[in-house]
């Protein structure tokens, strides 16, 4: 499995009446809109969470590829890195080079 390529980018706020949306390129990726259970929070707490999340899921493809790089240099200074078993699960390693793998497979739809 693939994702829409980057970069991601958060349109101007409010462009459409639903929220805040992510576009790559011209391809919409997602919308972030309010909650119905999040009625409650002033508007204006709600608008800069809905532009926070936005963001967050534009700058994904540049994390994924940052934590994939970060994995990679781990293993040519670490090449004992490759022997470690069950990333993150119970009784596995819990290094931050196996946990970076673990939601390396996470974002890519698999398991470590």
Known sequence: MSHTLGPWKVSDPFQNEYGVSVYAGEIPIATVIQAPSRFDIPRKQELEEIRANAHLIA??????????????????????????????????????????????????????
Request: hydrophobic share 40%; proline share 6%; aromatic share 0%.
């Open 59 to 112: 700058a994904a493809p540049d994390l994924l590829a940052a934590l994939k790089r970060c994995v990679q240099e781990a293993h040519l200074l670490r090449p004992d890195l490759e022997s470690h078993r069950n990333p993150g699960g119970k009784g596995g390693c819990i290094c931050v080079t196996c946990l970076a793998k673990v939601e390396i497979a996470h974002a890519e739809g698999r398991t470590a």
